[in-house]
């Protein structure tokens, strides 16, 4: 273990129907020996009575298959979104009315002894990572405009303007063309007061990538920022917007360290 790049993790979230009354998100997290963490967040589609089934079913089945195998790589990404999707598929079999569900599914792991964060997807919810104010990691969205975006026939910056911005062409229960989640193969090292949020497309079409990152910087609390954030969203969402979900992550010096450090500002004052 490399003690020294230890971390405290802390999390909030929120998972709110927005104009719509009824909500299809789900979120989850679950913890492993005090080390590995596993935070998921998955946007349903189907209709009421399919889309929430969706993303539960992507929610529950992930979380069971990381309990009874809590490793730290992308292969337990890739196994979980796997078994979410086996999940999904086996229920649209079963009652008509799920035939034709499916669900996103974004997931951040964790490991708080290594500081380390592993990142997959699969649909567009997305996983950023804050730090000082800039985005330094994005996961990738499996949609139609963001191939226009890579062919050169769209420019990123409309990317939130396009009529068929929802429009996806993979999904868990809704993947035809077999293609393969997003997973990040390298570790991604955290830093004290980096800050990840894995949310729903309800939150970040609204709002972007500048504006989130620095409502990160400038959030002192994680209850902060998760207020800060929905009020923004619910003060820009038109009639009818979409379920908005989030949840919020913020990386932390160890408790003891981060009591050794304030001591020692205590000291250098006194100094002064």
């Given amino acids: 273990m490399n003690s020294t790049r ?21 979120i989850e997290e679950c913890e492993a020996f005090g080390v590995v963490r596993l935070f998921m967040l998955a946007d349903g589609a189907g209709g009421q009575g399919g889309g929430d089934v969706a993303s539960k079913s992507a929610v529950e089945a992930a979380r069971a298959v990381f309990l009874e195998l809590p490793l730290f790589s992308p292969d337990t990404l890739r196994l979980c979104m796997q078994k979410a999707d086996e999940a999904i598929c086996a229920k649209q079999k079963c ?13 951040l792991l964790v490991n708080n002894e290594r500081g380390e964060a592993l990142v997959g997807n699969l649909g567009d919810s997305r996983c950023y990572i804050f730090r000082d104010g800039r985005v330094i990691f994005q996961s990738y969205d499996h949609s139609l405009v963001q191939r226009f975006v890579e062919a050169g026939l769209y420019p990123l910056e409309k990317l939130r303007e396009h009529p068929r911005r ?12 077999q293609i393969p989640p997003f997973t990040t193969q390298v570790p991604i090292e955290l830093q004290p007061g980096d800050g990840a949020m894995l949310c729903s497309d309800g939150v970040w079409e609204l709002l972007d990538e500048a504006t989130l990152a620095e409502l990160a910087l400038s959030s002192k609390t994680l ?17 009818g917007h979409d379920n ?19 001591i020692q500002r205590m000291k250098f004052n006194e100094t002064e």
């Fill in 244 to 262: 908005f979900s989030a949840i919020l992550v913020r990386a932390f010096l160890p408790a003891k360290d981060q009591d050794l450090t304030q």
């Fill in 95 to 107: 009652e008509s009315k799920l035939a034709h569900m499916a669900s996103t599914f974004v997931a």
């Fill in 223 to 239: 209850e902060e920022w998760r207020d800060r954030l929905q009020s923004m969203i619910k003060n820009s969402m038109p009639a």
């Fill in 166 to 177: 929802n429009v996806l062409y993979a999904s868990l229960g809704a993947n035809s063309e």
């Fill in 6 to 26: 230890a971390l405290r993790i802390e999390s909030l979230s929120f998972t709110q129907p927005g104009g719509r009354d009824y909500n299809e998100d789900s």
